[in-house]
């Protein structure tokens, strides 16, 4: 490139012609950076002063300099000023005001320039490489493309794209998987990022994404949209799990994509080494896809809470190991697949659970409403579970209960409102002692029991409550998770232990919104007072 400077137009334009073609970019962009490598040479043989222009002529290498100076009627910098008469002989009709070309010889550039020159085309080129690399790959996420692998570097995998590289970062590869330089591999772009070293190109072969892509190139039928995949989750080189639905009533999907005598999934398998692949028919009822998410185990019931997002299955006691699977792999899968959280308990942890739950609220509905065993035991059959529900249900459901008539159902409710305000009135006497503001009472959502747990966490005032995020407020806690099926290690099992501080309330994010807004208003009222105590100040 040192010679380039200093070469002929011939050998300029042969130059500008090779690097456009090695580096796949535009030739005007490297006539433009042999331009400005020119015009910075030459304003270190002119003067850095002298506002330089360079020229070259893509089609024939003609190469033209000029400074442009301005026509004043009296010089003070005569690196870029000239006067009229000066302008005159560069330019008839020159006028003051005017910019004009003073045209220049040619530069013969030494060593040190030529260098300078060469770096500020390589910097040029190099950016112009990187653009081009970037707009080439950045709406390309979520496509699989294959490479070469050209180095392993502290575990991460750098492949040869062609154009550009990618990088598979160690968390990103199959376990155990070999990376052989040399060797093609396939992988899903995750998401490609400008960075100042150039773009960023992310690729994964342990993705859920890259199974499915992998399917839809071996089975037509997902190509063509008529089988979809709902769901997919990965244990990556060791277990997986797609729900699969068909468009075609006529088309079984996991059949399609088994393959005759299951060539298509083993063509999967094989590139994904050897994990083992569980197709499953997706179904939009939640408890048929959770039993088909937990096979091969029989499952014998299924009950789902919406409120919390989590599933209860109860299996036979000699399916609990197969059900949970190796290190709770099954039922991990299964619960990425459905997107809940999945209890597994035999049926003998289940009776013994309903058992506990029955006797806790007889117990409770008998102390507080003050009556006998059979009739709280009745109530609890019945499906009642909080006093919230006898004091509020409409007096003929409860009255239409065998055994109940209007008059009891009425006296149950009065007792019920009772045992409430008492609670209430117990709970108004803790949050006082605890030093909680009266002002929080006022906000809406929030009950004394709400407002006990607030005090409890060392939130008293309305300033301790507007200084919470939403999520600080009401996170769901999770910490009924079984640690024994594996779905959780024991750091995430940490962090959701914190939840919210009124987490165990069910507040949505909604009511959580309005709690810490009315927390936070008193702080507005304060400006316009402010504001004209400030006015105030300064009409003094």
Same mark, same amino acid.
């Given at each position: ?112 320039? @030529? ?15 990187? $653009? ?12 699989? #493309? ?27 590869? #199959? ?87 299951? /060539? ?13 692949? $569980?197709? #499953? ?58 997107? /809940? ?64 008539? !209007? ?13 409430? !305000? ?104 304060? !400006?316009?007072? @402010? ?6 100040? /300064?009409?003094?």
């Amino acid at each position: 490139m040192a010679s380039a400077i200093s070469a002929n137009r011939a050998e300029l334009l042969a130059i500008a012609n090779s690097v456009a073609s090695e580096k796949m970019i535009d030739k005007s962009i490297v006539i433009e950076a042999m331009e400005e490598a020119i015009q910075k040479s030459a304003r270190n043989r002119y003067g850095a002063e002298n506002d330089i222009r360079a020229k070259l002529d893509p089609r024939t290498g003609d190469l033209r300099l000029w400074r442009v100076v301005e026509v004043v009627e009296e010089v003070e910098d005569y690196f870029k000023q000239v006067d009229l008469k000066q302008a005159e002989k560069l330019q008839k009709g020159a006028a003051l005001g005017d910019f004009i070309v003073d045209p220049l010889p040619p530069v013969d550039l030494g060593r040190i320039d @030529a260098q300078s020159a060469k770096q500020v085309i390589f910097q040029k080129v190099r950016d112009a490489e990187r $653009d081009r690399q970037y707009e080439e790959f950045k709406d390309r996420a979520g496509e699989v #493309i294959t490479g070469v692998i050209k180095s392993v570097e502290f575990g991460h995998v750098i492949v040869n794209l062609g154009r550009a590289e990618g990088v598979i970062r160690r968390d990103q590869q #199959i376990p155990r998987e070999a990376a052989r330089v040399g060797e093609r591999v396939r992988a899903i772009v995750l998401r490609v990022e400008r960075q100042n070293r150039g773009p960023q190109i992310f690729l994964s072969r342990a993705h859920p994404d890259f199974m499915k892509k992998l399917f839809a190139q071996e089975v037509p039928e997902i190509y063509d949209g008529v089988i979809e995949i709902k769901a997919a989750a990965r244990d990556p080189g060791s277990r997986a799990k797609i729900g699969v639905i068909s468009n075609d009533s006529s088309i079984d999907p996991v059949g399609a994509c088994v393959g005759m005598k299951g /060539s298509r999934v083993q063509a999967v398998v094989q590139e994904l080494q050897g994990e083992k692949i $569980d197709i #499953i028919p997706w179904s939009e009822d939640t408890a048929t896809f959770v039993v088909n998410a937990l096979q091969p185990a029989t499952v014998s019931r299924v009950v789902i809470d919406e409120e919390e997002s989590r599933i209860e299955v109860v299996v036979p006691d000699d399916q609990l190991s197969l059900a949970i699977g190796r290190r709770g792999q099954n039922v991990r899968l299964a619960s990425q697949l459905t997107g /809940s959280q999945i209890d597994i308990m035999t049926e003998a942890e289940s009776s013994e659970k309903r058992q506990k739950e029955f006797t806790e609220r007889s117990k409770m509905f008998e102390e507080e409403l003050d009556v006998d065993e059979t009739l709280s035991q009745l109530l609890v059959a019945e499906g009642f579970s909080e006093l919230e529900e006898v004091a509020y249900i409409d007096i003929a459901e409860l009255a239409a209960i065998e055994g109940f008539d !209007e008059e009891l159902g009425e006296e149950l409710q009065s007792r019920a409102h009772e045992a409430l !305000e008492r609670r209430e009135d117990a709970n108004r006497e803790a949050r006082r002692a605890l030093g909680v503001e009266d002002a929080l009472a006022e906000l809406p959502h929030l009950n004394e029991a709400m407002l006990v747990t607030l005090g409890k966490g060392g939130i008293k005032t309305l300033d301790d409550l507007a200084d919470l995020a939403t999520d600080e407020l009401i996170a769901k806690k999770r910490t009924e998770q079984r640690r024994r099926d594996g779905t959780v290690n024991r750091r995430a099992a940490r962090d959701e232990d914190k939840g919210g501080v009124l987490g165990e309330y069910g507040l949505n994010e909604e009511q959580g919104n309005e709690i810490i807004m009315a927390a936070r208003a008193h702080w507005f009222e304060d !400006e316009p007072v @402010a504001e004209e105590a400030a006015d105030a100040d /300064s009409s003094q």
